[in-house]
């Protein structure tokens, strides 16, 4: 097995395994109006080929971190079975970002599977505006899922992607939701990434004008981050009900610095930048066991990280997996 030379020791690494393409929503932000329909579909790997992945990157580097996203993580078959051999290979953290429409029935189970966090994708609370945004679901059983998460255990992370517009005055409605439910909760910048890029021109806010927003209704006070982390906040209403929040500033306050993330997507192409277009095709070396190659590979994608604030990734975030 070759050496890499990419760091000496190698630093953590933080995976994000897009385990299926399949979506059964449609946001603006996240998936082309075009697009054909979301009934779920042969993905190109398999979940065997994905834990030897992780397996052959714990051989690279120490890993920090999976999370499995999509597409729409709970359309995979088999995930409960892939999270339990996930957690044998002994990575601290893993999570799950999910629409969280399926998740109501899945919740338990992923739970005594291994799994013990969860990111459930919440843009807001008014069902018609939900529907506005995925084109055409219903709030319901996202609310109903993030209640099961709750009584199975899992620590549950809201994410809400802020539209100018939309639903940029329910964010204090979002932020005493988390604190009334025991959530946790982040609020991200939109990208102009792929399809969303038409959409930016009018509906991005900038995480300035987030923080105003909730600073004038709640009390924010920084937590200990590090130059790849994002702004990190205790959010409290002032009584005993506290929470933390994040702030995903990837525009106008990215946090690259030493930044380690890898992802994978369904199609089997490995990204070391959510920002850049640059893509590795890993199928070759997933198929053929090829550990040095994968190696190799996992050093290349790291050289791929962006050196500025700019955006260049035409492709939309559904077929990139977040």
Known sequence: MITPSCDSPPAPLALRLAITAACNLHCIYCSPESAPSSSPRYDRISLHELLWFVRSAQRFAPV???????????????????????????????????????????????????????NVSLDTLRPHVYSRI?????????LDGIAAARAAGLSVKLN??????????ELPSLARFALDHGCHIRFLELMPIGCARPLFLSAYLPAALIAAALSAHFSLTP????????????????????????????????????????????????????????????????????????????????????????????VSMVSIGG
């Open 134 to 142: 995925t084109r055409g679901a219903q709030l319901q059983p996202v």
């Open 223 to 314: 937590l200990p981050s590090t130059p790849a982390c994002h702004q990190r906040f205790l959010l409290s209403n002032g009584c005993r009900a506290q929470c933390t929040a994040g702030i995903i500033a990837s525009v106008s306050q990215p946090f690259c610095t030493g930044c380690r993330r890898l992802r994978l997507t369904a199609g089997g192409a490995l990204l070391g930048c959510l920002a850049r277009p640059h893509a590795l095709d890993l199928l070759p070396h997933l198929r053929a066991r090829n550990v040095d190659g994968l190696h190799l590979a996992l050093c290349a994608a790291l050289q791929h990280k962006r050196h500025d604030s700019s955006f260049d990734q035409p």
């Open 160 to 169: 809400m992607v802020v539209l100018r517009g939309w639903n940029d005055d």
């Open 64 to 118: 920090q971190k999976v999370h499995l996203t999509g597409g729409e993580p709970l359309l995979r078959k088999g995930l409960p079975a892939f999270v339990h051999a996930l957690a044998a290979t002994g990575v601290p953290d893993i999570a799950l970002t999910t629409n969280g429409q399926r998740l109501a029935t899945l919740a338990a189970t992923l739970a005594h599977a291994g799994l013990r966090r969860i």
